[in-house]
Each structure stands twice: as structure tokens, then as C-alpha cells.
């Protein structure tokens, strides 16, 4: 992939992360709207998602009666099996009509004075309804590692609270996440790097201009999404090479972000495993 | 310390909202398959299974429209599919055979600790990663079946090689010592006593490999590309199922949307049966073993 890149490596240099300009007619080249279009979706999704995953992991770990917990758990499990294609799809036909018609007008009218939630929305095609898609995306697997997390909790570990007198919840708070708050981490940064890969949806349901205009219901434009729109256009060299350096910026970002998340995750399931003589 | 009550208090509001989160995550899911079964069901038939795709047709109502299916996509993606299987079930397999039979703590580990890495590496870059390979040494293959299932086959195997190291690594020891205790090669023990035992978990993982390639559409757009005609030579490109339901879903044409409903179903269906089997074979295994 440095090769594939080499034509436009070193012509733009640093100016390659940092230029705002995608000007392919005109040869020009900066990905800067685009890297921050996928931290931000990335961002708003784990937002979104984050609460709501490692709820429903306490729910089901903690509270639930046992006949429900794996059932349920595994019908959570099942999103993970649904093609992201068919999850761009369902964004663009049930969530943008959504968004267009009751979201993001109410959002405008409530919020319109703060440049986040400004300016005109885009057909509901922005990057808040692509942010909405990515956080159904990564709740199997973050739910999936909180409860792999939780489960890797020792039983004593919740006695000890109980015996003290602790509700049910406080337990949970005080001796469960605590001790189960690496694994849980280490989920929350696997969810991370799926959605700042993740194509098909993000391009199906963004609006893909390629502009960060700071405001949440505006189009924009993710890395992998200006991949997928432009690839098949592409026409001379370092157009092209321009693409596969994006490529290389994304692999680099979710390699980091992936060692990162599997350390973290190895360190409590596996060594929990390893100390349990399991 | 607040009082009791208002601590227990606490706990049931906890308890109920934790709740409300899993009602709400499943939301979505049940939308997803309502969608998909009340738009794709309308048009699945067994011509729409066999038939190539209708010309892109506009009349909103749909009335009149050409009427087609997806039989040569389907073909294609089973193809690439096939093709991705045929180079990634081996190569999984043996990577899993070396990191639970053969790697130690060292390098074993080390191994798949970046399968585990690996499998959450983007798709897309796959594709480009690919298409940068072929575009410098053998452009002219670059949009064909070869690459798209070479993609694909990146995709599967740490998938492959991740469930079979875990499924190998179920199967008991006393196992393996009884095979060593007959004086046959350690290398025989492992084909002939150990891998079959294993068998069954084995190649569940593959098709749960099959599952996530046969879902894939970013990186075809950059390797298969895609056609009306499915699978027409290995140094051609070749239309499938996913892209063609980006491709459909995001065009005007009403009959085209429909036809990606339709698509769509099909692939929930084959994709939450796979994982449904996949599920109850992996439990049954790795109870029968006390556990995995």
C-alpha cells in the first residue's frame, strides 16, 4: 500500500492530512474534512452506543432472570450478523425519512441558534443519522465484551457487597464495574475501530460531500466513504494513489486502535482464564 | 449514607433502566427484519430467485415496471465465496493448528494475538490493500473474480484461524496423550485423532468465515467491481449480491429498490441461519467437553 500510494506520499507530505481541498479536476488532494467526518460519527456513535450497551450488559449480567439472559443476549449478538449493506440500506430507507421529517427539524428548531445543530440538514442524509446507524453497528460487540467482562468477575467479588449490605445496583457500581472496567474499556475501543472503518452504511446514510461544516445535521464525508464513492471514478494516477493513501491512513489508525483494544480485552478474559486454571 | 428506602429506591430504577437499554437496542433489529420481510417478501418468488436483473425502471407505483430477480448475483457471490472458502479453510485451519498445537507461549500467542487484531482491520482497506497489490503487478485482473475472492479470503481467515485454535484447544489432552501413547508421530496424532474430534466446531467456524465474506460489499466495489451477469470467468468481474444492493438501493428506480428488498431478505435469511447453527453446534461442542 506505501507503493500504491508513492505517487502521492511525498507531493502532498503533511499537507495531505491537513488540507481541506479534494479537488481531483484540479489535482489537489487533502483529506482533512474527511478525517474529521470519522472521528466525529465514530465519536457521536460510541456516545450513543455506550450507555446503552453496557446497560443492557448489566441488565442481562446482573439483574436478569437466568432463563433470560442468553437468549436475549444472543438475539443482541444477532445485529453483528446483519451485512453492513443491508444496515446502509434500513438507514436510508427507515432512519433518513425519520430524521428528515421529525429528528432533525426538531433538533433545528430547538438547538438552531448553536452552529452544531445549524444550517440546513441535508435531506436527512448527515452525519448525525450516520452516526445513529454506527451505533446500532458496534452495540453487538460492545455489549458482547461487557458481558464477556462482567461474567469474568469473580462470584465473591458481588457476595462480599451484598454481605455488606450493599443493594443490588451498588454492588454492581462499586465491586463489579470496577474490577470488570478494563475489559469494558478494551470493548468500547473494539466498537471504536469497527466504526471508523465501517463503509457501506456510513455511505449509504452520510450525504457524501466532501466538506466538514461543523454542524452535526450538515452532509459530510468519512474516510472509508470517500473511498467507496470515488474509487470507481478515479481516472489518472494520482487520483487514484490518493484513494489508496487514504486506505493507508485508515489502516494505520484502526491497527493502533485495534492492538490497543485487543491488549486491553486479552488482559481480563484471557488472563482471568489463566489465573483460574480454566 | 442516604436511607434505605431511598437506596432501594435507586436499585429499581437502576434495574429499570438497564432494562429499558436492551428494549431499546433491540428496536432496531426488529425494524431491520420487518423492513426487509414486508418489502422483500413481496417480491421474492422462485422467477425473481432465477431471473437476471430488470432494466432500471422509474414510474414511482411500480405498475408496469420490468419485472427480474437476482439469479446470476446470487451465483456471483456464491462463486466469490466458494473461491474466498477454497483459500482460506486451509490456511485458517493450519494457522489454528499451529497457534494451539504447535506455537508454545511465545510465538503461538504472538500469532494469534494478531489474527485477533486482524479481524477487526476495516474491510475497505482490504480492498484497497488488494487493489493496490494487483493494480502494480497484474493490472489487467484487477476488477475480477480472482481478487475479489482473494479480498474476501483476507476477511475469512483470521476468522477461520481464530475459531479452530479455540475448538482444537477444547478438545481434552488426555486426548492427544492417548494418540502419542500409541507411538504414532505427533504430526498424525493431530490430522488423524485431534482434528476430527474437532470437526464439527471447526468447520462452524468456517461457516461463520462464510457468513461475514458473504455479506461483504466494500471491498468488491474495489476488487469484483460487479455486472447484471454474475459469474462469467475467473478474469472477470463479477456481480453479487451486497454491492448490488448498495447499487440498487441508492438509484431512483422503483423497481430496483424493491429488487434490493428482496436482496436484502435473502441475505438476513442465509446470514441469521448461519449464525443460528453455527450457535447451537459451538454450545453442544463445547458442553460435550465439560466447558470450553
Known amino acids: 500500500m506505501f507503493t500504491g500510494a508513492s505517487p502521492s506520499l511525498p507531493r502532498f507530505g503533511l499537507r495531505f492530512l491537513f488540507g481541506v481541498v479534494w479537488d481531483p479536476v484540479h489535482g489537489i488532494f487533502g483529506v482533512a474534512p474527511e478525517i474529521l467526518g470519522t472521528l466525529v460519527t465514530s465519536g457521536i456513535a460510541l456516545l450513543i452506543s455506550v450507555p446503552l450497551s453496557i446497560g443492557a450488559a448489566i441488565f442481562l449480567s446482573e439483574h436478569a432472570p437466568a432463563w433470560l439472559r442468553d437468549p436475549v443476549g444472543y438475539v443482541i449478538e444477532l445485529l453483528a450478523a446483519v451485512p453492513s449493506v443491508v444496515f446502509g440500506f434500513w438507514g436510508l430507507a427507515v432512519l433518513v425519512p425519520l430524521m428528515q421529517g421529525s429528528v432533525d427539524p426538531w433538533l433545528q428548531s430547538a438547538f438552531g441558534w448553536s452552529p452544531l445543530l445549524g444550517g440546513p440538514n441535508g435531506g436527512g442524509r448527515n452525519i448525525l443519522t450516520a452516526s445513529v446507524v454506527l451505533a446500532v453497528m458496534v452495540t453487538p460487540t460492545i455489549s458482547a465484551v461487557t458481558r464477556e467482562s462482567l461474567a469474568a468477575v469473580p462470584r465473591d467479588q458481588r457476595e462480599a457487597a451484598l454481605s455488606l449490605g450493599a443493594t443490588r445496583w451498588e454492588a454492581t457500581r462499586l465491586a463489579v464495574l470496577r474490577y470488570a472496567r478494563t475489559g469494558i474499556f478494551g470493548g468500547i475501543i473494539l466498537g471504536l475501530g469497527r466504526a471508523l472503518g465501517e463503509t457501506m452504511a456510513v455511505t449509504m446514510t452520510i450525504g457524501n460531500k466532501n466538506a466538514f461544516s461543523g454542524s452535526l445535521i450538515s452532509p459530510g464525508q468519512t474516510m472509508s466513504s470517500l473511498i467507496a464513492n470515488e474509487f470507481t471514478e478515479a481516472t489518472g494516477k494520482l487520483y487514484v494513489s490518493a484513494l489508496v493513501e487514504i486506505g493507508l491512513v485508515l489502516l494505520l489508525v484502526t491497527l493502533l486502535v485495534n492492538i490497543v483494544a485487543r491488549l486491553l480485552v486479552w488482559r481480563v478474559v484471557r488472563g482471568g482464564a489463566v489465573a483460574g486454571g480454566a | ?292
Open chain 2, 1 to 292: 449514607m442516604a436511607s434505605p428506602t431511598v437506596r432501594r429506591a435507586f436499585n429499581w430504577v437502576a434495574v429499570a433502566l438497564t432494562c429499558a437499554c436492551v428494549v431499546v437496542i433491540l428496536i432496531p433489529l426488529a425494524s431491520i427484519l420487518y423492513t426487509a420481510i414486508v418489502l422483500g417478501g413481496s417480491v421474492l418468488s422462485l422467477h425473481f430467485l432465477t431471473a437476471g436483473p430488470p432494466a432500471a425502471c422509474t414510474i414511482p407505483s411500480g405498475v408496469g415496471c420490468p419485472v427480474g430477480g437476482i439469479g446470476p448475483l446470487i451465483g456471483g457471490t456464491l462463486a466469490l465465496v466458494g473461491l474466498a472458502s477454497a483459500l482460506a479453510v486451509p490456511i485458517g485451519v493450519l494457522t489454528g493448528i499451529f497457534t494451539s498445537e504447535y506455537g508454545g507461549r511465545g510465538l503461538g500467542r504472538a500469532v494469534s494475538f494478531f489474527t485477533d487484531v486482524m479481524t477487526g482491520l476495516p474491510s475497505i482497506v482490504i480492498g484497497v490493500f488488494v487493489y493496490g497489490l494487483f493494480v502494480l503487478y497484474y493490472p489487467r485482473i484487477v476488477f475480477s473474480a480472482i481478487t475479489g475472492s482473494i479480498a474476501l479470503a483476507i476477511i475469512m481467515i483470521p476468522i477461520v484461524a481464530r475459531t479452530s485454535e479455540e475448538s482444537l484447544r477444547a478438545v481434552p489432552h488426555s486426548v492427544r496423550e492417548a494418540a502419542l501413547g500409541l507411538g504414532i508421530p505427533k504430526y498424525r496424532g493431530i490430522l488423524r485423532v485431534v482434528l476430527p474430534s474437532a470437526l464439527p466446531a471447526v468447520a462452524t467456524g468456517a461457516l461463520l468465515a462464510v457468513m461475514r465474506a458473504g455479506g461483504e460489499a466494500a471491498p468488491l466495489l474495489l476488487t469484483a467491481f460487479g455486472n447484471r451477469l454474475g459469474f462469467v470467468g475467473l478474469d472477470q468481474p463479477v456481480g453479487s449480491l451486497p454491492p448490488t444492493i448498495y447499487e440498487f438501493g441508492t438509484s431512483g428506480a422503483s423497481n430496483w429498490l424493491a429488487d434490493a428488498w428482496g436482496a436484502s431478505l435473502i441475505l438476513i435469511i442465509l446470514m441469521l441461519g448461519i449464525s443460528i447453527v453455527a450457535r447451537l453446534v459451538l454450545r453442544n461442542r463445547f458442553r460435550a467437553f465439560g466447558g470450553g
